[in-house]
């Protein structure tokens, strides 16, 4: 899917997706999609919506629960993005770079307990001698 979408080009990826879903309401790779378009448009709200029934019918996917992190970080929730997150992470997600630099995640990274955290995650993982 294209980073660079019109309004119109959202507009009909959106319908699109919602029809797939009506059909096969447990389509988690149409889901994704759709999140991610919600999002884009600046519907977080829906975008939200679709990472939690994502997270329902995935509960270990390390990127689910990322993006459920990132869609809570975007509310303004930070407790719910910061547990969200660190499932991500105890379920396999490793993506370090990428977290650090997320938009969607800019709430959270200035949380205290956040950046403990992901400084202990990174220290663990280091290998021995390096910091």
Known sequence: MSEHLSK???????????GLIEKNQ?????????GDLYTK?????????VDERLVQLRPSDPIALYN???????????????RSVKK???CGYTD???MERDADLSNLRQDRRF???????????????VE
């Open 8 to 18: 119109d080009e959202i507009e009909f990826e959106i319908a699109f997706f919602n």
């Open 26 to 34: 447990n389509f988690a790779e149409a889901l994704v999609a759709l």
């Open 41 to 49: 448009a600046g519907m977080i709200k829906e975008g939200l919506a």
């Open 68 to 82: 459920l992190g990132c869609s809570y970080s975007l509310m303004g929730d930070i407790d719910k993005a910061f």
């Open 88 to 90: 991500a992470i105890n």
């Open 96 to 98: 370090f770079y990428h």
């Open 115 to 129: 950046q403990q955290y992901i400084s202990r995650i990174k220290n663990r993982k280091a290998p021995e001698g």
